[in-house]
């Protein structure tokens, strides 16, 4: 007999209305709290146009020019050298990356949700110069991209935001 039965399937629903489970996307979820009313802070960087631009794309574009929220977000990164060779050539890098935010309500000025999210990516450098800044381009991308989403599933998971 199966440890994972029907009745199993038919409890999880209750055990996570219990523990305060919530769909983001439910009437009065974060996500629809916040789909089209954030305004993300201004880039001042290529990092923090590209963070930027992946959480708008997230959360949608305010169609005001204040919406009902402030996002502020700062990012910074760091390229380490992640493999070297005997001859102390560098075949691979590391960008590291760090995004501070914090959510504030447009009407109050009241932080609803702050933190700061890191990740890292890796990229090749075994080849030409100009594929070797291709690869670090493209690692930024991802590295944002990354960033972006953890940041997002965060102020998704914000207790009370959809209210």
């Not at 923090?48 to 929220?69: C, H, I, P």
């Not at 502020?72 to 990356?97: H, L, M």
């Not at 702050?114 to 100009?130: E, L, M, P, Q």
Request: proline share 3%; charged share 15%; with cysteine.
């Amino acid at each position: 007999m199966s440890l994972f039965d029907r009745r199993t399937l038919l409890l999880m629903p209750l055990a996570l209305a219990a523990c305060g489970f919530e769909p983001v996307y439910a009437p009065g979820g974060a996500g629809l709290a916040l789909n089209g009313n954030v305004a993300v802070s201004a880039p001042n960087s290529t990092d923090s146009y590209l963070l930027v631009q992946n959480l708008e794309q997230r959360l949608g574009r305010s169609a005001t020019s204040g919406g009902a929220y402030n996002l502020n977000v700062s990012v910074a990164t760091v390229i380490r050298a992640a493999a070297i060779t005997t001859t102390n050539e560098t075949n691979r890098y590391s960008i590291d990356g760090r995004a501070n935010y914090s959510l504030r309500s447009s009407e109050t000025g009241q932080v609803l949700a702050s933190g700061t999210v890191n990740d890292f990516v890796g990229y090749s450098a075994a080849g030409s110069t100009v594929s070797t800044l291709a690869d670090e381009r493209d690692a930024k991308q991802r590295l944002m991209v990354i960033l972006s989403d953890q940041i997002v599933n965060r102020l998704y998971a914000t207790p009370g935001l959809g209210t």
